[in-house]
């Protein structure tokens, strides 16, 4: 079935580091992906999404490319803030269904 | 506007014992969604209905846990004979449509935190 890995383990760095997650899928046919995030305190909200093969999906400075080649959708953004500290899950919607698959999570937190 | 609610926010049962979890979605929302998130874990499906209907139950781990969607809008998730591994976070979704080839925005709730003792 569908499945979605995320790197193991928190992610700690300092403000305006370099913010890479890795996520790797599988899927048949050709799934939408997306990232969400889940600040403290806070519901699951969508922060971007990509549709097909080689679509950049990106908000708030992060970014993510839909890479099929290698299946993978990693989020990047290039200089972190402490406001970024939050858990982000990858996720995909399969081809044909309704349901997301989501990675494990990884907690982010960004040091002053 | 107001976004999906689910009441309530925290409920603590003893083993055995029924419970329900009640999920509003956004007004006009079709499709509607129950995750369940473990300690540590990502959300895991769990059931998505398509108005009244129960589309996909597929998630649903046993028979023990049921849920319904009586008028296309609030849902109510049972689960019977809670068991200390029902213990998680009930996440609620929905979606203005379901869509199988385009993004398929889920907006999600705040979550009812369950605890079985």
């Known amino acids: 079935g569908d499945s979605v890995t995320q790197m193991e383990g928190p992610v700690t760095l300092s403000e305006e580091a370099f913010l890479t997650i890795n996520c790797t899928y599988t899927a048949t046919g050709y799934p939408s992906l997306f990232w969400y995030v889940q600040y403290p305190g806070e519901g699951l909200q969508l922060l971007l999404k990509?549709?097909?093969?080689?679509d950049k999906g990106s908000n708030k400075g992060f970014e993510a490319t839909y890479r099929k080649e290698t299946t993978s959708f990693h989020l990047e953004k290039g200089s972190v803030q402490v406001s970024d500290s939050a858990v982000y899950f990858c996720?995909?919607?399969?081809?044909?269904?309704?349901?997301?698959?989501f990675g494990k999570g990884n907690q982010v937190v960004v040091i002053p | 506007g107001a976004g999906v609610s689910q009441t309530p926010s925290n409920k603590v049962t003893e083993k055995g014992k029924y419970v329900e979890l009640r999920c509003d979605p956004i007004s006009g929302h079709t499709a509607l969604y129950w995750y369940r998130q473990s300690l540590g874990q990502g959300p895991e499906f769990l059931i998505y209905?398509?108005?009244?209907?129960?589309?996909?139950d597929s998630g649903l781990p046993n028979d023990r846990f049921f849920a319904v969607r009586p008028e296309g809008s609030v849902s109510t998730l049972k689960i019977q004979r809670t068991e200390r591994g029902d213990s998680a976070v009930y996440l609620c979704?929905?979606?203005?449509?379901?869509?199988?080839?385009?993004?398929?925005?889920?907006?999600f709730g705040p979550g009812t935190r369950l605890t079985v003792l």
């Open positions: 979704a929905s979606s203005l449509i379901p869509t199988t080839h385009l993004y398929n925005e889920q907006f």
């Open positions: 996720a995909l919607s399969g081809d044909g269904n309704n349901r997301l698959a």
């Open positions: 990509a549709t097909k093969a080689d």
């Open positions: 209905f398509q108005g009244t209907g129960a589309a996909d």
